[in-house]
């Protein structure tokens, strides 16, 4: 009696499942988990276009080697490791001093021309200025949408081999972000079972959206600085990692950290606390930190931008990024 019980509760719950299943997936869809590759249309074919998977350890996707090619309106060329650069110079080169930009699309410079990155424009800078015979090699290796833990495995994957003598970090608030969210990710991500199922992504849904409440007051950037979050954390284990291979080749560390561009005046502007968060945090790890909001501050925040609807610096911001790196980073 018992048994026949158990099973009629099992066989209904079973049977509620599948209806909570069905209804969400056919008549009130939710926003799946479940990676799918984004729809063909110009930016979508754009991510796989330039970029490939990754057989770094880690690294789910890098820029494709040896490209030349238009991407959302703005050409893309790389060398043969995959950078959005020339070719670097030979280490043996004299009085070589070579920098490594580690970022995500701000440093990889997404719808700017490559000259116009700041990576280019502070190589041109620091040659104009140098007062001896020095060759300055900026390397840029900022690949769109790549967190601080994709960089670490970048860095010690593939980087560190071309014995950079100063690492720059170029930190953007989305750099926490390590679940599959934006749509480059989503294109090289490998589903989880679960997220096949309707009814969890409800539940995972739900349970984002109150620890979002909770930990960011309902702000998606300061939830993944919370520092309770496995997102934030990945960033204190990523800096941790950075500063010992640093350590070990005995390599300075620039921190870099870019505000979040938008139209909205400066004085509205609500991450200043997370920007102490992240300076803090470097400094606890030894780097130099520069937080660029005070000087960008200063500009029309409306001038700074590629266009209305894309918040990624234009040209103007790049170059004003190069002129605040020119005075700050350690190189005399």
């Known amino acids: 009696m018992i048994a026949r019980r158990l099973l009629l ?8 499942i ?15 988990a479940r990676i799918e590759a984004p729809a063909a249309d110009a930016r979508g074919g754009w991510y796989g276009l330039i970029h490939r998977q990754s057989s770094v350890p880690g690294l789910a996707y890098e820029l494709v080697p040896d490209l030349d090619r238009d991407g959302s309106g703005v050409r893309v060329k790389t060398n043969s490791l995959g950078m959005r650069d020339d070719e670097p110079l030979p280490r043996s080169t004299p009085k070589l001093f070579r920098i490594l930009a580690l970022g995500d699309s701000v440093t990889f410079g997404f719808r700017v021309p490559v000259e116009s990155g700041f990576c280019a424009v502070l190589e041109q800078r620091l040659a104009n200025v ?13 690949v769109s949408g790549y967190s601080s833990r994709d960089e670490v495995a970048a860095l010690e994957g593939k980087w560190l081999a071309l014995e950079p003598d100063l690492i720059l970090l170029c930190y953007s608030l989305n750099d926490p972000e390590i679940e599959p969210s934006q749509p480059l990710h989503r294109y090289f991500a490998k589903t989880h079972w679960w997220q096949h199922s309707s009814t969890l992504n409800f539940v995972a849904n739900r ?5 979002m409440r909770t930990l960011g007051d309902g702000d998606y950037w300061r939830y993944l600085h919370a520092p309770s979050e496995p997102s934030w954390k990945s960033v204190q284990t990523a800096f941790e990692q950075i500063a010992a291979r640093a350590r070990e080749r ?13 139209p909205a005046e400066w004085k509205a502007y609500a991450y200043r606390e997370q920007h102490a968060q992240v300076a803090a945090e ?16 200063q500009e029309d925040p409306a001038s700074l931008l590629i266009s209305p609807d894309d918040m990624h610096p234009n040209a103007a911001g790049h170059a004003i990024a190069a002129e605040e790196l020119l005075k700050f980073l350690p190189v005399n």
């Open 282 to 297: 470097g400094a606890r790890n030894g780097f130099l930190v520069l937080d660029l909001l005070a000087r960008f501050e």
């Open 18 to 32: 599948a209806c909570v299943e069905a209804w969400l997936r056919f008549v009130q869809p939710v926003n799946s």
């Open 250 to 262: 005995k390599i300075p560390v620039a921190l870099a950290i870019f505000p979040m561009f938008g």
């Open 9 to 16: 509760v099992l066989a209904c719950a079973c049977v509620a």
């Open 207 to 211: 349970w984002k959206g109150r620890k």
């Open 130 to 142: 140098a007062s001896d015979s020095r060759r300055f090699d900026v390397l840029n290796t900022g």
